[in-house]
């Protein structure tokens, strides 16, 4: 009878163990999941900072139909071209009325005319059974906004007077562990663009 018990309070015991540590696991996964996203989103800003007013401007021309990508640049970790480690990986601004033929971009359902840049972002390493390097991707979703102080004259918009301007990036991940879960996320940073004598 003792041993019966013994056995209960240690299968018990156990279960609780192996619960906490299952629960520790997918929190850490989570943790690194977040900080790959808001790193991947702040990269995006701050290639944004550093470009040139024109391409920005051209970009955020939210009345122009066909309007270009921001130029941005990810890094492939997967190449051995050392020449080829940054690829081109363009991001659309909103508002957008549909999304642009082949940029894979997709609506946001909780805010019309704005839409998703979707990206599938590498965010770990590991060597499947065979010993071959596999990635683990990570899905994001990209909402770049890029307020201006637009001014209207006569029907047509001009240059905007205030050098100011805000750059916003919504991002969405999908965790692997939970995936019926979104999590979200935003990055903010104030642009000043002023020309010099």
Not at 47 to 69: C, H, K, L, Y
Not at 106 to 130: E, F, L, S
Request: net charge negative; aromatic share 10%; charged share 15%.
């Amino acid at each position: 009878m003792e041993l019966m018990v013994g056995m209960f309070v240690f299968t018990l015991l156990s279960i609780g163990v192996t619960t906490a540590v299952i629960q520790v696991r997918r929190l850490a996964q989570i943790n690194m999941m977040r900080t790959a996203a808001t790193t991947v989103a702040q990269g995006y800003v701050e290639q944004i900072m550093s470009m040139n007013s024109s391409d920005v401007e051209a970009a955020s021309e939210f009345w122009v139909t066909g309007r270009p990508p921001l130029p941005t640049e990810s890094t492939n970790s997967t190449t051995t071209n050392a020449s080829a480690v940054e690829t081109s990986d363009p991001l659309y601004v909103s508002p957008l009325g549909t999304a642009p033929a082949g940029s894979g971009m997709i609506p946001r359902t909780d805010k019309p005319g704005d839409m998703w840049n979707v990206k599938h972002v590498m965010i770990d390493m590991y060597n499947n059974k065979a010993g071959t390097p596999t990635p683990v991707n990570m899905t994001m979703y990209f909402d770049v906004n890029i307020s201006r102080n637009w001014q209207q004259v006569g029907g047509n918009y001009q240059a905007p007077t205030s050098p100011y301007m805000l750059i916003q990036i919504d991002y969405q991940f999908q965790a692997t562990t939970y995936q019926s879960v979104w999590f979200n996320g935003t990055v903010r940073m104030a642009r000043t663009d002023i020309s010099g004598p």
